[in-house]
């Protein structure tokens, strides 16, 4: 890590701070800076934690290169402030040490299903407020993908665990194992007296192929495989990954980890056009996994993959073109696959509550402020856009919490 206090001092705290501008939740970087040069940790922890509760975990995982380091000023001369290291330093000293503040309880109950992102942001700012919080969750564990998702060399546990006890403090409960829809259902739940519902469910279903050999046995889903890497003991010594997202960066780097084997990513794209953050790419590259761009892969054998090249050409209006070349399709050898092209949301909530929309990829709508088509449902984070970063489901559910909270007092006059 670098210097904080040095990186703290390199920091110019702009009037007009563009850092802040780039940041999906607006975090004052220049007030924060000058805090924590003033040896206020605890004034500067609580307004961190006051305007992003998953601060000290959005200071690990975030694309900083998007957001608050690839906005400051300082990019102009090839340097700029890694801000993130000081929000680390000060987010995580804070919510081992936080007492946080919460109002008198009043009459309202929410019930938050889902205990990822948006899930633990909305408990969070509800229950400071009063709200009697009950988060529902089919896993055993608080987190959603910051736990069952993310690998621990990118995100310790601990803080999760540390952020949950802050969370009981708050008067918060946590209901595990607990899927919601083929028993208890969103019916139920209002006819236990909740007043508001919240789905923040995420995106679980992983997305396929839909070519010949998914099913084989050497074949897994990288979201999947990231849920419980030690289940994974038989993978071989080559291990073929097809997609280059986030979560595909994420298997590789945590097979390479676990295993002996080598790691090959196949992209039907090139380089430029990998989804995955250039910082993911770069690292799981330094780590050892072997990109292979212009790829598409069109069957799954028990060794291998059968993949054709694809060329770029343009078109007459000098449109980018992509040719897939039939002729020299060739297998492509693998012990183990994994596919990592996406995840949509599941269906056992929708299916089983009365008029609650989705779109066509299954994802639930909602007005601007969260709204779902079901007076008394609301919903946010990636159930509702899709896959997206953490801090943008903060930004959008502290929006969400407002709404449930001007919901509930009308409801009740």
Request: hydrophobic share 45%; charged share 20%.
């Given at each position: 890590m670098t210097d904080v206090i040095e990186e703290a001092k390199r920091c110019l705290k702009c009037k007009k701070p563009l850092c802040k501008e780039g940041c999906p939740v607006h975090t004052p970087i220049n007030e924060i800076m000058q805090m924590f040069l003033d040896g206020k940790m605890d004034e500067a922890g609580e307004m961190l934690f006051e305007n992003n509760p998953l601060s000290a975990i959005c200071s690990l995982i975030c694309p900083h290169e998007k957001n608050c380091t690839g906005h400051c000023v300082l990019n102009r001369k090839g340097n700029p402030i890694k801000f993130y290291e000081v929000e680390n330093y000060i987010s995580s000293f804070y919510l081992e040490k936080a007492h946080l503040k919460r109002d008198n309880l009043n009459k309202y109950h929410v019930g938050i299903i889902g205990a990822g992102p948006a899930g633990l942001t909305l408990a969070i700012i509800l229950a400071q407020k009063g709200f009697n919080i009950t988060i529902i969750d089919s896993k055993d564990k608080i987190g959603g993908v910051l736990r069952y998702g993310i690998p621990e060399f990118r995100l310790p546990k601990a803080l999760l665990d540390k952020l949950l006890e802050r969370m009981y403090e708050l008067g918060i409960k946590f209901r595990p194992n607990t899927l919601i829809g083929p028993g208890?259902?969103?019916?139920?739940?209002?006819?236990?007296?909740?007043?508001?519902?919240?789905?923040?469910?995420g995106v679980w279903r992983p997305n396929?192929?839909?070519?010949?050999?998914?099913?084989?046995?050497?074949?897994?889903?990288?979201?999947?495989?990231?849920?419980?890497p030690d289940s994974y003991q038989n993978l071989g010594d080559k291990?073929?990954?097809?997609?280059?997202?986030?979560?595909?960066?994420?298997?590789?780097?945590?097979?390479?980890?676990?295993?002996?084997?080598?790691?090959?990513?196949?992209?039907f794209r090139g380089e430029n056009e990998v989804t995955a953050s250039r910082e993911e790419?770069?690292?799981?590259?330094?780590?050892?996994?072997?990109?292979?761009?212009?790829?598409?892969?069109?069957?799954i054998e028990e060794d291998g993959i059968i993949v054709e090249p694809v060329k770029e050409n343009t078109d007459e209006s000098g449109n980018k073109v992509y040719v897939n070349d039939h002729e020299n399709a060739y297998k492509f050898p693998a012990t183990s696959v994994i596919i990592a092209i996406g995840q949509g949301p599941q269906s056992n909530i929708?299916?089983?509550?009365?008029?609650?929309?989705?779109?066509?990829?299954?994802l639930i709508q909602t007005t601007s402020n969260g709204e779902t088509t079901r007076p008394g449902v609301f919903a946010a984070g990636d159930v509702v856009y899709g896959a997206k970063t953490v801090v943008e489901a903060v930004a959008v559910t502290k929006m969400v919490a407002k709404e449930i909270e001007d919901y509930c007092i009308n409801k009740n006059k």
């Open positions: 208890i259902t969103i019916d139920d739940m209002f006819s236990d007296g909740y007043d508001a519902i919240f789905i923040g469910t396929r192929l839909r070519i010949p050999g998914e099913s084989l046995g050497h074949v897994h889903f990288a979201i999947d495989y990231l849920k419980n291990v073929v990954i097809i997609g280059a997202g986030n979560v595909a960066m994420d298997a590789a780097r945590t097979i390479l980890r676990k295993t002996h084997a080598s790691v090959d990513v196949i992209f790419l770069d690292l799981a590259i330094i780590d050892g996994i072997k990109m292979n761009y212009y790829l598409n892969t069109i069957k929708v299916s089983t509550s009365k008029e609650i929309d989705t779109n066509q990829r299954g």
